[in-house]
């Protein structure tokens, strides 16, 4: 799957938006990757984390576990799991600081993969590797399906994205005159819809 054939998937599912949007990370962009207007189509969700698997398994061999950051990341790295015949587990925050809940535990010897939707800065990226560091098992790598921080997200281990994109992003006292003229809107699941300043 070429990287235009994943973007044209978000634009068909309506997921690539554009105005003057507040990330998760506090940022500010023009662009916002709905990426649960594509997750609602389970065979849109299927075709992609496929085509990620296939990408994962050429980078970094067989897999075992995937672990996803809660709450975005669950369903493509479910379907990426299920693509790749790897066991699926996620990390929810508690106090604050992501954690394996619920009973999931990662075996001594099991290659695990962090599978992540979109990545901006890789800060809850790093926060799953963390919380993942001290589990029995071995990170062999990351991926997600797009990396809008154009490559330059570190998150400490090698990792491999389905669609690359260098979209800027601003701090909130920062902003291009063009968008500082726009309302701004958090349209992500930590702010769903709501109109900020």
């Not at 799957?1 to 990370?25: N, P």
């Not at 050429?58 to 693509?83: C, H, L, M, N, W």
């Not at 979209?167 to 701004?184: H, R, S, V």
């Amino acid at each position: 799957m070429t990287q235009d054939e994943v973007l044209q998937s978000f634009r068909e599912a309506g997921a690539l938006l554009e105005g003057h949007f507040i990330l998760s990370s506090g940022l500010r962009s023009p662009i916002f990757l709905q990426k649960m207007f594509v997750f609602q189509d389970p065979r849109r969700t299927e075709i992609l984390c496929r085509a990620l698997a296939e990408k994962i398994a050429a980078a970094f061999g067989k897999v075992d576990y995937v672990v996803s950051p809660a709450v975005g990341a669950i369903v493509p790295g479910y379907e990426t799991a299920r693509q790749l015949g790897a066991m699926a587990v996620f990390v929810e925050r508690e106090n604050g600081a992501f954690q394996l809940r619920r009973g999931f535990q990662i075996p001594e010897g099991a290659r695990v993969v962090m599978v992540e939707d979109i990545i901006t800065t890789g800060l809850s990226s790093r926060e799953c590797l963390t919380a993942i560091s001290g589990m029995p098992g071995t990170v062999v790598g990351a991926a997600c399906l797009i990396d809008r921080s154009g490559g330059k997200a570190d998150l400490g281990v090698p990792f491999v994205a389905l669609a690359t994109m260098d979209i800027p992003t601003y701090p909130a006292d920062a902003l291009p005159p063009e968008l500082a003229a726009l309302p701004a809107i958090k349209p992500g699941s930590r702010g769903l819809q709501a109109k900020a300043g």
